[in-house]
């Protein structure tokens, strides 16, 4: 498994509260009900939009086509990790369907933590 997909399967950091959070009644605090980003995450990034208005271009997506090829005859994990990268941008990530059969009881999940803890 190549290092990147290996950081992406890590648990992320719980938050923590220090010093620097804001205590209820903070003059810099959200009020309840009230959201900090009320339009949210913009659909796609800023870069994400350069690179497909400059991607359409047909003198750009030659030179793409060469540079791609250039990259793909190096056969180094960095080339392959490159061009993942763009693609996940511009494409979004590749989306994997999985089933599940069988049967869960509360014991099951309550061992499976259990030797998770361990």
Same mark, same amino acid.
Not at 56 to 68: G, L, N, S
């Given at each position: 498994?190549?290092?990147?997909?290996?950081?992406?399967?890590?648990?992320?950091?719980?938050?923590? @509260?220090?010093?620097? +959070?804001?205590?209820?009644?903070?003059?810099?605090?959200?009020? *309840?009900?009230? +959201?900090?980003? *009320? +339009?949210?995450? *913009?659909?796609?990034?800023?870069?994400?939009?350069?690179? +497909?208005?400059?991607?359409?271009?047909?003198?750009?997506?030659?030179?793409?086509d060469?540079i791609?090829?250039?990259?793909?005859?190096?056969?180094r994990?960095? @080339?392959?990790?490159?061009?993942?990268?763009?693609?996940?941008?511009?494409e979004g990530?590749?989306?994997?369907?999985?089933?599940?059969?069988?049967h869960?009881?509360?014991?099951?999940?309550?061992?499976?933590?259990?030797? @998770?803890?361990?």
């Amino acid at each position: 498994m190549d290092p990147v997909s290996k950081a992406q399967q890590l648990p992320s950091r719980s938050r923590k @509260a220090n010093a620097t +959070s804001f205590k209820a009644g903070h003059p810099y605090r959200f009020p *309840p009900g009230i +959201s900090g980003n *009320p +339009s949210g995450r *913009p659909k796609t990034a800023y870069i994400t939009k350069r690179w +497909s208005r400059l991607f359409r271009k047909k003198a750009i997506q030659q030179e793409v086509d060469e540079i791609t090829m250039d990259i793909l005859r190096q056969r180094r994990m960095s @080339a392959v990790l490159l061009l993942r990268e763009v693609m996940e941008r511009l494409e979004g990530k590749v989306t994997q369907e999985v089933e599940i059969t069988g049967h869960l009881t509360l014991e099951s999940v309550l061992e499976a933590k259990k030797k @998770a803890c361990k």
